[in-house]
């Protein structure tokens, strides 16, 4: 199985962007990203088909982040933009064979974002 490793994150102060990046030794059908919030269970908020490039957004940051992927550098990255204190995060690289089964993850990166 491939290794992801994500790096990135850090401290940032509401309205600020970060990029997090998330390498990986073997590219997966569907690779995205979730995150876990502080009390609460992680989420998906989204994925990328590395075939296709087709992508999907959860409603809480659509429209503010934006993941894409470079297959040749066995890659995919989060542009998180507009960032609100709600965002702040262990923020997870995910991968699997298929979107509806993300089932590897790396070790995160923490996202803070104060107001």
């Known amino acids: 199985q491939g290794q992801l490793v994500e790096s990135g994150g850090g401290s940032v102060q509401a309205g600020g962007s970060l990029k997090l990046s998330c390498s990986t030794t073997?590219?997966?059908?569907?690779m995205g990203w979730s995150r876990q919030r502080p009390g609460e269970e992680r989420e998906e908020i989204a994925t990328v088909y590395t075939g296709s490039g087709v992508t999907w957004t959860d409603t809480s940051v659509k429209g503010r982040f934006t993941i894409s992927r470079d297959n040749a550098k066995k890659m995919v990255y989060l542009q998180m933009d507009r960032l609100k204190p709600e965002d702040t995060a262990m923020y997870y690289c995910?991968?699997?064979?298929?979107?509806?089964?993300?089932?590897?993850w790396g070790q995160g990166t923490q996202v803070t974002v104060s107001s």
């Open positions: 995910v991968a699997g064979r298929s979107c509806g089964a993300l089932d590897l």
């Open positions: 073997s590219l997966y059908y569907c």
